[in-house]
Nanobody, 116 residues
Framework: QVQLVESGGGLVQAGGSLRLSCAAS????????MAWYRQAPGKQRDVVAA???????SYVDSVKGRFTISRDAAKNTVYLQMNNLKPEDTAVYYC??????????WGQGTQVTVSS
């Protein structure tokens, strides 16, 4: 059974930092990409950052220079280091994993709240 376990969310003041982690287990096939999405109240879920199996990264413009996605392939774990957080970063953050068979998996979500 595939499980994505997220941790690291919380409440932080504007300008602060948080580090999200997502550990994937039970995946039988190769992982081709891992990503973080977020969903604010009343808005759709959008991608924040992604990393491929080869280590290539991409970011939505609003977080470039502030967020860093990284991956520990041996542990099937993806991280999101978030610095200089802003109130508009407040959302539920979801871990996402895509495997080579085109199956997709989602984490349960972790709340990030940035106070002004």
């Amino acid at each position: 059974q595939v499980q994505l376990v997220e941790s690291g969310g919380g409440l932080v003041q504007a300008g602060g930092s948080l580090r999200l982690s997502c550990a994937a287990s039970g995946i039988s096939f190769g992982i081709k990409a891992m990503a973080w999405y977020r969903q604010a109240p009343g808005k759709q879920r959008d991608v924040v950052a992604a990393i491929s199996s080869g280590g290539m990264t991409s970011y939505v413009d609003s977080v470039k220079g502030r967020f860093t996605i990284s991956r520990d392939a041996a542990k099937n774990t993806v991280y999101l280091q978030m610095n200089n957080l802003k109130p508009e970063d407040t959302a539920v953050y979801y871990c996402y994993v895509a495997v080579v068979t085109d199956l997709r998996y989602w984490g349960q979500g972790t709340q990030v709240t940035v106070s002004s």
